[in-house]
């Protein structure tokens, strides 16, 4: 590799400018590939034209194509437009050698970089590194190719002013959780509000029989969520706003606040100087839940003064918005659910894979996007945001907002059409076709599709939303109604795979300095001997006369197996004498650390199944964080190493007869598909918006072919070469 990963960071080191942003990329194409000329060009869909940005050449260069650095080309002309249209790299020898090289968003062009040589010819080499470093820049030279040619267009400079200017503005960030969402903005950064509170001047002295009535208000309001919750979401009844409602109920809050009004202080400003003296005890606290409640504290303040002042003094409502925020807490998102909110924006930081799939299970779209400037706007900002290609559109025209209705209305036609009965090949191989859970209402949606059955449920999902470990009795009930609405059909409870990112708010005994290594899985819960045996026990009480399955994430080693093994057999035996008859389950292991690839033939030997967690087996196997946005295309799923990998859990599967499904995120993706059913996979394990895709992928492939397409990949080492077998760029 040309590039140092230093280099990269220099380039956004005090640039200023697109331009200055744009020539330090040139400089490190002159440093590394002895070229004599560079232009880069962005791809303006509005005019449907190149747009030249940054150009460099040495003394004596004359290649035509750079010389005459033309402002604005047809997205179809010369070498530029050919690698526009192929999305591939193209060459072309004149006077000197060219070569033009495509910028990719995912599968879409957003620009072409075109670099010149006077002699020596570019070499594959050359064409990967180019590639590799434009796909570096892409998010970056995205979201500067639309702001900046909506800011040429309008005339306004660059920047996040734009925002405010009624200025439509397209922005691409990462897909999260799927569905079209429209409404104005609501800025979740709950310091910046309260601190917001402390500068408000009240225009007239309230009553207190005013703040009492914003007081009872504020409680009906969040009983009423909480009411919500309950009944939407059963499984997750966390009482998400419990430390709210007992700060209510609190009377020595309440009383010091009407002590002050007696002194003659204005109602909302004694209420605010109560709740700071509390906020500032709360965060002294060496106590991490009395820390945590400071959160919660402001936020009851907020509410309260929205319902003193009126909404527009301090909005805390979510319904019907575009929550822009940059980290988020699982309750947080099930505290936007149960407003009503209408989408979510994360900013940068705080991006965990966990969320994206919370914002899924509760249909909130959402989209990941690194760029905070967002966050400083003042007013609302009407935002159109497309969760499925991770688009955004700032200050919409009227035609993106009638284009928004339509698919919104098409989503909801093709969102409840049952699938077909069996899922096979073309060939007529039938395929396992489950869906992956995390909560009640997925389990709803995939039983009204029609799914096979559960080849996934992420049992952790119910203790995240909560504020204490759920009792054996609560996690019964729960898994009572998860297997009442599967009926006949086939589940998998993975068991509690809690740490890494799904961290408890409960059980925060010690900071790891490295989660994702860390007692994370069921390394958590061998630590935790009472817990896992209870959930064990809830596990096979609900099932009662039923054999469901029962897997074990992040399974590293022979004894970890051997030892949860036997908590299970002591958990029934111990339920025998208590006078229940459970039935044993099928008991297999998530195959997501490498270290199993060694020992495969053993694991087959003592498990009913193994279901292979790609997310984690490619973050493990490559040492990526999975939800590290900066690291994103080290992420990759075609590794030789990783492709490798699955071939051999595969075969040491057929060759035991063990049940082997794929339920990360690579068993409904539309390249990989035809490979993982070409090594031998038979059961794929999908969230439910992804089962309708997945089977129509399924029944267009061949068997025959998907098998040689597998070899031929298989007999590659590197990425480059396998993404061009598989059709990646
Ligand atoms: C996986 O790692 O692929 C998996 C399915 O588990 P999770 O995404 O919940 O870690
Ligand atoms: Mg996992």
């Given at each position: 590799m040309l590039f140092e990963f230093s280099e990269l960071d220099w380039l956004f080191h005090d640039t200023e400018d697109i331009e200055s942003f744009l020539n330090r990329i040139i400089d490190l194409f002159y440093k590394h590939m002895r070229i004599s000329g560079c232009s880069i060009y962005l791809l303006d869909e509005s005019s449907d034209q190149l747009v030249f940005m940054a150009s460099e050449q040495t003394a004596g260069s004359s290649n035509e194509t750079i010389d005459r650095q033309e402002r604005h080309i047809k997205r179809d002309e010369g070498l530029c437009g050919k690698a526009v249209k192929s999305g591939k790299i193209e060459f072309a020898s004149l006077k000197r050698v060219t070569m033009a090289v495509p910028i990719m968003r995912g599968q879409i062009v957003i620009g072409v970089i075109l670099l010149e040589r006077s002699r020596k010819p570019f070499h594959r080499l050359d064409a990967g590194t180019v590639r590799f470093l434009a796909s570096q820049l892409a998010n970056i030279l995205d979201n500067a190719r639309t702001y900046f040619m909506d800011s040429a267009k309008t005339g306004l400079e660059p920047g996040y002013n734009s925002l405010e200017f009624n200025t439509q503005i397209m922005l691409q960030g990462n897909a999260a959780s799927p569905g079209p969402a429209y409404g104005d903005s609501f800025t979740l950064d709950r310091k910046r509000s309260f601190s917001e509170l402390r500068r408000l001047r009240f225009d007239r002295v309230y009553t207190l029989a005013e703040l009492t009535e914003a007081i009872d208000k504020t409680e009906a309001q969040l009983l009423d969520l909480q009411k919500g919750v309950e009944k939407n979401l059963s499984d997750s009844a966390s009482l998400i706003f419990t430390s709210h409602l007992m700060m209510l109920k609190d009377k020595s809050f309440i009383n010091e606040i009407t002590n002050r009004i007696s002194t003659g202080i204005n109602p909302p400003a004694a209420l605010?100087?109560?709740?700071?003296?509390?906020?500032?005890?709360?965060?002294?606290?060496?106590?991490?839940?009395?820390?945590?409640?400071?959160?919660?504290?402001?936020?009851?303040?907020?509410?309260?003064?929205?319902?003193?002042?009126?909404?527009?003094?301090?909005?805390?409502?979510?319904?019907?918005?575009?929550?822009?925020?940059?980290?988020?807490?699982?309750?947080?998102?099930?505290?936007?659910?149960?407003?009503?909110?209408?989408?979510?924006?994360?900013?940068?930081g705080g991006v965990t894979a966990h969320i994206s799939i919370l914002a899924q299970?509760?249909?909130?779209?959402?989209?990941?996007?690194?760029?905070?400037?967002?966050?400083?706007?003042?007013?609302?900002?009407?935002?159109?945001?497309?969760?499925?290609?991770?688009?955004?559109?700032?200050?919409?025209?009227?035609?993106?907002?009638?284009?928004?209705?339509?698919?919104?209305?098409?989503?909801?036609?093709?969102?409840?059409?049952?699938?077909?009965?069996?899922?096979?090949?073309?060939?007529?191989?039938?395929?396992?076709?489950?869906?992956?859970?995390?909560?009640?209402?997925?389990?709803?949606?995939?039983m009204n599709l029609n799914a096979e059955g559960v080849g996934l449920y992420r049992t952790e999902f119910p203790f995240l939303l909560r504020n204490s470990f759920p009792t054996e009795e609560e996690q019964y009930v729960i898994y009572q109604q998860i297997i009442e609405l599967a009926g006949e059909k086939p589940i998998t409870f993975r068991t509690l795979d809690v740490g890494g990112d799904k961290i408890l708010s409960y059980y925060r005994d010690y900071t790891e300095e490295n989660p994702f290594l860390g007692l994370r899985s069921i390394r958590f819960s061998l630590k935790n001997p009472a817990i896992f045996r209870q959930q064990i026990r809830a596990i096979l009480r609900a099932a009662g006369g039923r054999r469901v399955k029962l897997m074990f994430p992040m399974i590293s080693t022979m004894e970890e197996l051997r030892t949860a093994k036997e908590m299970v057999y002591q958990s029934k035996e111990e339920l025998e004498k208590e006078g229940l008859s459970p039935v044993l389950p099928e008991i297999g292991a998530m195959v997501e650390i490498p270290s199993l690839l060694a020992i495969l033939d053993h694991l087959c030997e003592e498990v009913d199944f193994l279901s292979i967690g790609t997310n984690d087996f490619i973050q493990y196997m490559l040492a990526v964080d999975r939800n590290n946005e900066k690291l994103k295309d080290h992420y990759t799923p075609h590794n030789p190493s990783v492709l490798r990998g699955l071939k051999m859990i595969a075969e040491a599967c057929n060759a035991h007869n063990v049940e082997l499904t794929v339920c990360g995120e690579m068993a409904h993706q539309r390249e990989y598909i035809p490979f993982l059913l070409g090594i031998g996979i038979q059961n794929l394990s999908v969230s439910s918006g992804f089962l309708h895709d997945t089977q129509q992928i399924i029944s267009k492939t061949r068997l025959d072919e998907a098998k040689t397409l597998a070899d031929e990949v298989l007999s590659y080492?590197?990425?480059?070469?396998?993404?061009?077998?598989?059709?990646?760029?």
């Amino acid at each position: 590799m040309l590039f140092e990963f230093s280099e990269l960071d220099w380039l956004f080191h005090d640039t200023e400018d697109i331009e200055s942003f744009l020539n330090r990329i040139i400089d490190l194409f002159y440093k590394h590939m002895r070229i004599s000329g560079c232009s880069i060009y962005l791809l303006d869909e509005s005019s449907d034209q190149l747009v030249f940005m940054a150009s460099e050449q040495t003394a004596g260069s004359s290649n035509e194509t750079i010389d005459r650095q033309e402002r604005h080309i047809k997205r179809d002309e010369g070498l530029c437009g050919k690698a526009v249209k192929s999305g591939k790299i193209e060459f072309a020898s004149l006077k000197r050698v060219t070569m033009a090289v495509p910028i990719m968003r995912g599968q879409i062009v957003i620009g072409v970089i075109l670099l010149e040589r006077s002699r020596k010819p570019f070499h594959r080499l050359d064409a990967g590194t180019v590639r590799f470093l434009a796909s570096q820049l892409a998010n970056i030279l995205d979201n500067a190719r639309t702001y900046f040619m909506d800011s040429a267009k309008t005339g306004l400079e660059p920047g996040y002013n734009s925002l405010e200017f009624n200025t439509q503005i397209m922005l691409q960030g990462n897909a999260a959780s799927p569905g079209p969402a429209y409404g104005d903005s609501f800025t979740l950064d709950r310091k910046r509000s309260f601190s917001e509170l402390r500068r408000l001047r009240f225009d007239r002295v309230y009553t207190l029989a005013e703040l009492t009535e914003a007081i009872d208000k504020t409680e009906a309001q969040l009983l009423d969520l909480q009411k919500g919750v309950e009944k939407n979401l059963s499984d997750s009844a966390s009482l998400i706003f419990t430390s709210h409602l007992m700060m209510l109920k609190d009377k020595s809050f309440i009383n010091e606040i009407t002590n002050r009004i007696s002194t003659g202080i204005n109602p909302p400003a004694a209420l605010l100087s109560v709740a700071e003296n509390y906020i500032k005890i709360f965060s002294e606290s060496d106590n991490p839940f009395v820390h945590e409640k400071v959160e919660d504290l402001e936020d009851l303040i907020q509410r309260i003064f929205a319902n003193l002042l009126g909404e527009d003094s301090a909005p805390v409502n979510a319904a019907g918005r575009i929550v822009i925020a940059k980290s988020l807490y699982p309750s947080d998102i099930l505290m936007l659910a149960t407003e009503k909110a209408a989408g979510i924006l994360l900013v940068a930081g705080g991006v965990t894979a966990h969320i994206s799939i919370l914002a899924q299970s509760l249909k909130i779209p959402m989209v990941i996007i690194d760029f905070p400037d967002l966050m400083k706007t003042d007013k609302p900002l009407p935002i159109v945001l497309d969760g499925e290609s991770g688009r955004i559109c700032v200050n919409p025209s009227q035609e993106i907002i009638n284009d928004f209705s339509e698919i919104t209305k098409q989503t909801r036609s093709t969102e409840k059409e049952p699938l077909s009965d069996v899922t096979q090949t073309k060939c007529g191989k039938k395929i396992g076709l489950l869906t992956n859970i995390n909560l009640i209402p997925d389990l709803q949606e995939a039983m009204n599709l029609n799914a096979e059955g559960v080849g996934l449920y992420r049992t952790e999902f119910p203790f995240l939303l909560r504020n204490s470990f759920p009792t054996e009795e609560e996690q019964y009930v729960i898994y009572q109604q998860i297997i009442e609405l599967a009926g006949e059909k086939p589940i998998t409870f993975r068991t509690l795979d809690v740490g890494g990112d799904k961290i408890l708010s409960y059980y925060r005994d010690y900071t790891e300095e490295n989660p994702f290594l860390g007692l994370r899985s069921i390394r958590f819960s061998l630590k935790n001997p009472a817990i896992f045996r209870q959930q064990i026990r809830a596990i096979l009480r609900a099932a009662g006369g039923r054999r469901v399955k029962l897997m074990f994430p992040m399974i590293s080693t022979m004894e970890e197996l051997r030892t949860a093994k036997e908590m299970v057999y002591q958990s029934k035996e111990e339920l025998e004498k208590e006078g229940l008859s459970p039935v044993l389950p099928e008991i297999g292991a998530m195959v997501e650390i490498p270290s199993l690839l060694a020992i495969l033939d053993h694991l087959c030997e003592e498990v009913d199944f193994l279901s292979i967690g790609t997310n984690d087996f490619i973050q493990y196997m490559l040492a990526v964080d999975r939800n590290n946005e900066k690291l994103k295309d080290h992420y990759t799923p075609h590794n030789p190493s990783v492709l490798r990998g699955l071939k051999m859990i595969a075969e040491a599967c057929n060759a035991h007869n063990v049940e082997l499904t794929v339920c990360g995120e690579m068993a409904h993706q539309r390249e990989y598909i035809p490979f993982l059913l070409g090594i031998g996979i038979q059961n794929l394990s999908v969230s439910s918006g992804f089962l309708h895709d997945t089977q129509q992928i399924i029944s267009k492939t061949r068997l025959d072919e998907a098998k040689t397409l597998a070899d031929e990949v298989l007999s590659y080492s590197s990425i480059f070469e396998i993404e061009r077998c598989l059709g990646i760029m």
